[in-house]
């Protein structure tokens, strides 16, 4: 079979994602490669498929027990043979394993960093015929990431050891230029072919919520639960006390949620991830320790009690959400207590030996990443955008996903008391009509059925993706199928029928106007998908000149304070806030400010005419990282020059053709 044979048979799809083939190709012709995909995009087919290709056996080295397990119970209900080699196996397991594998009964291998050098493995890879070793998760492998597992860095002594040298891939999700180099070396990648697909999740919704913490943001999160109440979600928190108590107020409340941290036994994690992972419990609550390698495709929001420590982390956690390529959203609920226990955790990390020798050079790359996230927090501009732009992706991006870009309508929180607001359900989030939700949830009862029977989570069966495609074509029997998204031979063969079934059945008692033809000759389809309206998109930031006669003063403040105010002078919720990012540009623009460069970093400072305005700049040091810097204090007078700039600014661009930056 040929490559698009293979995809097809195997794993059902009939086409590749940008970058997929590009990989694939570059293995199947004895190259090394580097692939830096965004999550969802498809990272494990790029060697999966080349892996039933080539002539021999392909290790992959994967950092979590529970990642490996989802993969090879995913490759087995496709069709595909494959094991792993972790601490989850007694000795007489991994034995066992190794002699099959030996025998030539598995084509894929997934094994665990730390045994890569045990004598054991390092006898079977050394007679193995190994066409390629692929290590995923690679950002691991580098101190400046945000998972450093010194264990990676056994990586190349393993390939060294190995008496021929097999093709290397190597695959993440998130990486800076920094890491992606580090990659690079260290593996010792030779002459690689690199692709990096952008790291946009345009299927993910961003809002930033600002709340004052403690009760007002419990009371978001439990109204944000209640209103998705039959939907998968993960809600994480920076405190191990955080997770605690907002698992027991979701308990409290009805809602079926698990919790996950460090301080809980091994027991207890595998008991609160297997619940979750097989649906018996919706949502789960935890800290960073949960979720690197879970492949659960069905999670339909990501929320964050706590602001992360950085873009890294976040980017990584939200994109936990929607893997399944269907409609989820990204919720930030931000507080400035968040910036303190952030900070305190720093300290604690440097303190505790978290950092390689007390390192000073990553600990302030540690400060600069955390104030990278804080500004995400407070920034006017498109949440997306400055995402992209992070991690070095500077493409154009024509945004109607985040809460900056479009106007999100907020829904009234109940203060809380049980209320009787229609629930939510996921077919609705995938834009199904009421036939469509209908149908689909007779599917996805029998694809937990299926499930339950196999001894495996539901997503491994099928994706709701493929649940949804399978609405909008309506198959009635195994032919039919073969043109459902994701259903390969195997999966046609084991289950095709149960859910056929399901269909004609549904046919039968659904005959009416609402069928058509579909695009496979003989099956028929139920109108059930409806196009969402597009979000209205906020419009640059604007007030009538006169209005700002009624802007207050005060003896002194920072521009924050004064923007603050300005905002609460404006009614019209599709427009953009004033922000103090604004403002500064404007001050500098007319030679209030100046920007010069200091420890790689931009810094504003007060120019003469400035200081004749009344702009005040005080030296400050820094409580965290020893660093000093500028604080400028606006005294009434200078306060009384912003509103008389912003008057000549907003009557030279009348309402609705002020640009976004002065």
């Known amino acids: 079979m040929n490559l698009y044979q293979t995809l097809k048979h195997y794993f059902g ?19 090394d490669v580097l692939g830096i ?23 992959v080295i994967s950092p979590l027990i529970s990642l490996m397990s989802d993969q090879v119970k995913a490759l087995n209900q496709a069709g595909v043979h494959a094991a792993y080699i972790n601490s989850s196996l007694t000795e007489n397991q991994i034995r066992a394993a190794l002699l099959y594998a030996a025998q030539g009964q598995y084509k894929i291998i997934y094994v665990a960093p730390e045994r890569l050098n045990t004598m054991r493995f390092l006898d079977f890879a050394c007679r193995a015929d190994i066409s390629m070793v692929t290590v995923d998760e690679a950002h691991c492998i580098s101190q400046w990431g945000q998972d450093f597992r010194p264990s990676y860095l056994e990586i190349a002594d393993f390939l060294a050891r190995l008496p021929r040298r097999p093709v290397v891939s190597a695959f993440t999700a998130t990486a800076t230029e920094r890491v992606k180099q580090d990659i690079t070396g260290s593996l010792h990648l030779q002459n690689p072919v690199t692709v990096v697909t952008g790291f946009d999740r345009p299927n993910l919704f961003f809002r930033v919520v600002k709340r004052k913490g403690g009760k007002e943001t419990d009371n978001s999160i439990l109204n944000y639960v209640k209103r998705h109440e039959d939907e998968s979600g993960i809600i994480y928190c920076a405190t191990k006390k955080n997770v605690d108590s907002v698992c027991e107020l979701l308990l409290q409340h009805g809602i079926l949620a698990g919790r996950y941290h460090a301080g809980l036994s091994l027991e207890e994690r595998k008991e609160s991830q ?40 976040y980017y990584q956690e939200a994109g936990r959400a929607g893997r399944d390529g269907e409609e989820a959203e990204c919720v930030l609920f931000f507080s400035k207590q968040d910036i303190m226990i952030n900070k305190r955790l720093l300290d604690y990390k440097a303190t505790e030996g978290g950092y390689t020798a007390g390192d000073p050079a990553v600990r302030a790359n540690e400060q600069r990443k955390l104030n990278q996230m804080i500004h995400y927090c407070e920034t006017d501009e498109c949440l997306r955008q400055y995402i992209l732009n992070y991690f070095g992706d500077h493409s154009p991006c024509i945004c109607e996903k985040c809460s900056n870009c479009v106007v999100t309508e907020d829904e009234a929180e109940e203060n809380y008391i049980e209320t009787g607001r229609a629930k939510k359900k996921t077919a609705e989030l995938a834009d199904l009509t009421e036939e469509g939700q209908e149908l689909f949830e007779k599917l996805r009862k029998c694809r937990s059925e299926l499930a339950a029977k196999q001894g495996v989570p539901p997503f491994i069966i099928c994706s709701d993706k493929t649940l949804k495609d399978m609405c909008a074509r309506c198959p009635a029997d195994k032919t039919q199928m073969a043109d459902v998204y994701g259903m390969g031979a195997q999966k046609i063969a084991s289950y095709g029928e149960s859910f056929a079934e399901i269909i004609r059945m549904f046919l039968q008692t659904h005959e009416s106007g609402n ?118 204090i606006h005294t009434r007078e200078s306060q009384e020059m912003i509103v008389a700039e912003l008057k000549a600014y907003f009557t030279d661009f009348p309402s609705g053709s002020a640009p976004a930056e002065p």
């Open 13 to 31: 799809y009939d086409t590749l994602r940008p970058g997929q083939q590009d990989l694939m190709e570059g293995i199947l012709n004895g190259s």
């Open 274 to 313: 297997d619940d979750f992972t097989y649906d018996r419990i919706r949502v789960m609550v935890a800290t960073n320790a949960f979720g690197m390698g879970i492949d659960k495709s069905n999670v339909r929001y990501v929320l964050h009690y706590n602001m992360p420590q950085s873009l890294e982390y």
């Open 515 to 632: 069928m058509t033809t579909g695009k496979t000759e003989g099956a028929a389809v139920v109108e059930t998908v409806s196009k969402p309206p597009a979000g209205k998109k906020k419009q640059p930031f604007y007030i009538a000149p006169e209005k700002l006669d009624q802007v207050t003063f005060s003896d002194a403040c920072m521009v924050s304070e004064l923007t603050d105010r300005i905002n609460a002078l404006c009614e019209e919720k599709d427009r953009k806030k004033l922000t103090a990012a604004f403002v500064n540009d404007l001050l500098v623009q007319k030679g209030y400010l100046k920007e010069e460069e200091q420890d790689e970093t931009r810094i504003r400072r007060v120019t003469e005419k400035g200081i004749a305005a009344g702009i005040c700049e005080e030296e400050r040091r820094s409580k965290f990282g020893g660093g000093h810097y500028y604080a400028l």
């Open 37 to 59: 995909m965004p999550t969802g995009a498809g990272k494990s087919l790029c060697y999966q498929v080349p892996a039933l290709m080539l002539p021999g056996i392909t290790i």
